[in-house]
């Protein structure tokens, strides 16, 4: 039994560190998209990427992609309880790309 556990701690682990990469990657695409487009820098903020991550989760496990979470949450109203400042915000749901590349590029 002991040995179930730790080789799921090591699995979650593993899996954690794949989609940190992931997003990495995909937040470095778009850098690089928008530089190459004379566009302003893409600037991370952990206050809103916790927020916007317990919503993607949120309307994944619901299996409801669509503007509200399974509380009926919309994109702004998490983005609000986060208590982040914007004068802008919207949302992008991708289905069906299996990398960075596809997902950055199209």
Do not use: H, W
Not at 28 to 55: C, I
Not at 61 to 79: F, T
């Amino acid at each position: 039994m002991q040995r179930q556990i730790i080789g799921d701690l090591l699995e979650f682990d593993k899996r954690k560190t794949e989609m940190s990469n992931f997003v990495n990657s995909i937040i470095d695409r778009t850098k690089a998209t928008r530089a190459e487009a004379v566009l302003d820098p893409l600037k991370e903020n952990d206050q809103l990427n916790a927020a916007v991550q317990k919503y993607g989760k949120d309307i994944v496990l619901a299996n409801c992609i669509n503007n509200e979470g399974s509380d009926v949450s919309s994109q702004l109203g998490v983005i609000d309880q986060a208590d982040y400042g914007y004068t802008q915000a919207a949302k992008n749901i991708a289905v069906g790309q299996y990398t960075p590349e596809e997902l950055v590029d199209g």
